[in-house]
């Protein structure tokens, strides 16, 4: 499923920052990345997060938004932030309905896959990347700002 070129199924989901985040809502003004992720506390989660929260400023240069999405509530995103340093919101897809429409849901294992979707400030899908499987780790914050910076 190929979302490029297509308007980004809006959503609006809680977040580990206490407030609920609707996509749209950067429509005009953000590009944003979303990069879906198996779960919270998992080895190569907890690589991948902390290096795009690390490079948060040079988003935020670009003008961009970095969410995390995947199915564990709330709170787990809000303790495993904290534990792991994670600035960045972490929302909460409690029944992959965001994935589905993404296309990443991993139904018959309850997790969504590892995948990136960069959305321009029209709320087009620019880029995406969806892993062969959810342990690879294959496109780097580096990557996902060049592809920003070509925008």
Known sequence: MTLTG???????LPASTGQDITLSSYRGHKNVVLVFYPLDFSPVCSM????????????????????????DSA????????????????LADLNLDVARRYGVALDERGISGRAVFLIDREGKVRYQHVETTPGEYTVRPDDVLEKVKAL
């Open 6 to 12: 297509q308007p980004a199924p809006d959503f609006t």
């Open 48 to 71: 991948q997060l902390p290096e795009y929260s690390g490079r948060q400023d040079d988003f935020t240069d670009a003008d961009t938004v970095v969410l995390g999405i995947n199915r």
């Open 75 to 90: 709170y787990t995103h809000k303790a495993w932030a904290a534990e792991y340093g994670i600035e960045l919101p972490l």
